[in-house]
């Protein structure tokens, strides 16, 4: 039996593996993407394939609840040697869209298997109808990339060269693919030679002991979080900016119920599954991992000693009815999963922030919980060598959301801070770009007691005809990230193609675009919020951000109430400012666009939709909303919603008229 201390080792000795597995890949791979902005995850497995170790140095933070259970049971006969994959979302529910290439691997010990190790690389391209394969226009999975059902990659340790070749033929660039896979199998090796060493340690039978005890632990962990907090009932909602290339917000709903160590997540009221690749494939799992993540940050933020591991899931249920944006149906596409996944953590935090509003951070630029980031991709020729490249330019990463202790962290939210940033140095060697802007977005944080983080912004020039960019999670152009307790909403992130000249053009939202040579192309994330009364914040901080480029001397005044003359603050006009000031009432701050939005489409308008298109064949649900959406100019509330319903029945007679409709539970 283990003890709190050998239980320690135990979970040192993981940890340990898993971090060895990352530097292994973090040392190999081939592309930018993996190498230097470092999307990738390895992780170590019990035998049913639940993750009980992940790194904390290096690659992506999403995925310590991951299970492989479902894929590992889709191929058959495991031998010594072999290594499994896939990348096809609606097979096993481990992949989630297609570049992300999950590998995995049995370690044996006396012919049993023991434990697995795993893990995922993105590739920079999986084929599809757009370079990188990820575009939020993009309308069924099939045009998003080749996809692998789970199958054995490599059996004995032999590749299968039938499937490499199959790879090479449909993705742009092969090279990186394969050198990035072989990578992640290098790392899978590492992991396997560790767990036969923790094996020979602790004897076989302590080691499959230890590990289920870590992700009982763990679990437990996670009940006494919940068990310190208050029984009850919260809501929140959110919206990215667009469900498809008709341009109407998508909403996601959570109901949060805690009682005693559990808590269960309703999304019902999110919307419909969307005729765009905005879709998060969860496949009804009640612990996707993907469901969980902002759940994760909010249970390591509460208790930062917390094991990160699969045994953290069991004391949450998630709802996510079918044919929804949270669980769609085959072949509803995908690939921008991370925008929507971003507003998925957005809601976990609003609704935990009314929970313990003390305790819990505003809203970030990127994820933790309501912000944006957008990766960049390039594919264009290289004039030097004459050859094509596709390659990730950088991250633009939102600003952080103001913790009740500090300033929220300036270009780097939550979870986004593992996309590290890729020297311009290394970025303009391997692609050709030409660097005109990268730093800091003055005036972008949300003012509060507390700032917000500051936005990123960059641009760049091309020099080849016909440039194509793709600019994934691009979002919060609308919405912006919220403030709490008195703190103001962020500013809006933007994409600007030549900016500042005759040819100046503002792309919004969309995510892709063509650029010429001598082309500049301008992106700004969105900040983080603000929290606590920003008339209350020191004036000498206000001023040390004015100093430092962090606000303008407008901003400080308007914002902050400080008076900033001669670069200095002045403390009487300050005072009689200040003086004039009427505090903001509310726990959150979503700033007028919002505001004006709800004024038409109130939470009792959304709960009429919904329940009119969930009596609807799920095929017929998001052409019925965008249809309801057009038909609301001049209407508002629950009764606009259902005219706007009756005209559409009238133009289509072919929808299906549902029988009496009940409103969502309030």
């Known amino acids: 039996m283990f003890d709190r201390t050998n239980l320690q080792v135990l979970a040192n000795h993981a940890r340990a593996a898993a971090e060895n597995m990352a530097h292994t890949l973090h040392r190999t791979a081939h592309s930018a993407f993996v190498k230097e902005t470092q999307d990738f995850t390895v992780m170590l497995m019990d035998r049913s394939g639940a993750t009980f170790a992940v790194p904390m140095e290096l690659g992506a933070t999403w995925y310590p609840g991951l299970s492989y259970h ?51 690389i993105h590739n920079t391209d999986m084929g599809g109808a757009v370079p990188a394969s990820l575009s939020r226009a993009l309308t069924e999975i099939h045009q ?70 870590l992700l009982d632990h763990a679990e437990a962990q996670a009940r006494a979080v919940l068990r310190a907090m208050p029984d009850g009932t919260w809501q929140f909602a959110d919206y990215a900016d667009e469900d498809s290339v008709e341009a109407n917000p998508c909403r996601l709903k959570l109901t949060l119920t805690i009682k005693g160590d559990e808590a269960v997540l309703d999304f019902t009221g999110s919307d419909p599954q969307l005729g765009s690749s905005l879709n998060v494939p969860s496949g009804g799992d009640p612990r996707h991992t993907m469901l969980l993540v902002g759940v994760y940050y909010a249970l390591y933020t509460l208790n ?66 309501a912000g944006n980031n957008c990766i960049v991709n390039v594919m264009t020729i290289d004039e030097r060598t004459s050859r094509s490249v596709i390659a990730a330019v950088n991250p633009v990463v939102g600003g952080g959301g103001a913790m009740p202790h500090r300033d929220g962290t300036n270009g780097s939210g939550a979870d986004a801070a593992y996309l590290k940033n890729t020297p ?13 802007k990268y730093g800091l977005a003055q005036d972008s944080g ?12 960059m641009a760049f020039r091309v020099f080849a005809p016909d440039s194509r960019i793709t600019a994934r999670n691009r979002d919060r152009s609308f919405f912006r990230p919220w403030g709490v307790l008195g703190g103001k909403a962020a500013g809006l992130s933007d994409m600007v193609v030549n900016p500042g000249t005759d040819r100046e053009r503002r792309l919004g939202n969309i995510d892709t675009a063509v650029l010429q040579p001598g082309d500049v192309l301008e992106i700004r994330s969105a900040g983080g919020g603000g929290r606590g009364d920003p008339f209350k914040r020191e004036p000498w901080r206000v001023g040390e951000d004015v100093r430092r480029g962090y606000l303008s001397p407008a901003a400080a005044e308007s914002d902050y109430g400080v008076v900033i003359r001669g670069g200095e603050v ?97």
Not at 83 to 109: C, E, I, R
Not at 306 to 312: E, K, P, S
Not at 446 to 457: I, P, Q, S, V
């Open 70 to 120: 479902r894929a590992i049971a889709m191929v058959n006969d495991y031998r010594p040697g072999d290594v499994a994959f896939t990348n096809d979302p609606y097979s096993g529910h481990v992949a989630t869209h297609a570049p992300d290439t999950h590998l995995w691997k049995p370690v044996f010990v006396d012919g049993e298997i023991v434990a697995w190790t795993g893990g995922h």
């Open 144 to 213: 998003e990339g080749v996809r692998f059902p789970p199958m054995k990659l490599v059996r004995e340790g032999v590749f299968d060269d039938t499937i490499l070749r199959i790879m090479s033929t449909n993705v742009r660039k092969p090279d990186l693919n394969i050198g990035d896979i072989k990578a992640l199998v290098g790392a899978l090796n590492t992991g396997e030679r560790k767990i036969q060493a923790m094996v020979k340690k602790f004897g076989k039978a302590g080691f499959v002991e230890g590990v289920a005890a």
């Open 304 to 369: 930062p000693k917390i094991l990160l591991n699969t045994g953290l899931t069991r004391p949450f249920t998630c709802i996510t009815p079918q044919g929804s944006v949270l669980n769609p149906v085959h072949p509803a596409a995908v690939g921008m999963r991370s925008l929507t996944c971003a507003r998925l953590r957005s809601v976990i935090f609003g609704a935990f922030s009314q929970v313990l509003p003390e305790r819990l951070p505003a809203a970030a630029g990127w994820t933790a919980p």
């Open 424 to 436: 311009i140095e290394i970025t303009e060697t391997e692609t050709p770009v030409e660097f005109v």
């Open 446 to 457: 949300g003012a509060g007691r507390w700032r917000g983080g500051l936005a990123t912004e």
């Open 570 to 666: 002045d403390e009487r006009a300050t005072e009689r400012l200040r003086a004039r000031h009427t505090p903001s009432v509310g726990h959150f701050h979503f700033g007028p666009e919002r505001d004006s939005y709800e004024a038409q489409w109130t939470p009792a308008a959304y709960d009429r939709l919904h329940a009119l298109l969930d009596a609807l064949p799920i095929h017929w649900r998001f052409f019925a909303k965008t249809e309801i959406f057009r038909r609301m100019k001049g209407r508002s509330g629950p009764e606009g919603v259902q005219a706007a319903f009756e005209a559409v029945c009238e133009r289509f007679p072919e929808l299906p008229r549902p029988g009496p409709v009940r409103e969502a539970a309030e």
